[in-house]
């Protein structure tokens, strides 16, 4: 069975910086549909960064563009989420997803979409106080 482990998360100040990490149990991340989504409070969940780790290029939303990465290491069978220059407005539970759901050459298209993806993780908090 596929678990996809969140950790990284925690409270910064507006303008810090925290590396999310997700953990799978099995090698899933080597050729595969990977990304990033976000709740904040009261809204809906939305994708953050996304990425085919077999070529080409990563996607990302407009309002995180610049300053968050996303990257992986099939050795660690872990992906990760670099995020610079924090706002309040990133205040959020980040959830990682895996592993496509649609075909792979599908995804510049649908990147932001949950149902691209098979696998989700619990969700870490992140808290950006001004």
């Known amino acids: 069975q596929v678990q996809l482990v969140e950790s990284g998360g925690g409270s910064v100040q507006a303008g810090g910086s925290l590396r999310l990490s997700c953990a799978a149990s099995?090698?899933?991340?080597?050729?595969?549909?990977v990304g990033w989504f976000r709740r904040a409070p009261g809204r809906e969940r939305e994708g953050v960064a996304a990425?085919?780790?077999?070529?080409?290029?990563?996607y990302y939303a407009k309002s995180i563009e610049g300053r968050f990465t996303i990257s992986q290491d099939n050795a660690k069978n872990t992906m990760y989420l670099q995020m610079n220059d924090l706002t309040p407005e990133d205040t959020a539970v980040y959830y990682c997803?895996?592993?496509?759901?649609?075909?792979?050459?599908?995804?510049?298209?649908?990147?932001?979409?949950?149902?691209?993806?098979?696998?989700w993780g619990q969700g870490t908090q992140v808290t950006v106080s001004s």
């Open positions: 990425l085919y780790t077999g070529g080409g290029s990563a």
């Open positions: 099995v090698d899933i991340f080597r050729n595969a549909c």
């Open positions: 997803a895996a592993d496509c759901r649609i075909p792979a050459q599908w995804l510049p298209g649908r990147w932001s979409e949950e149902d691209s993806f098979n696998y």
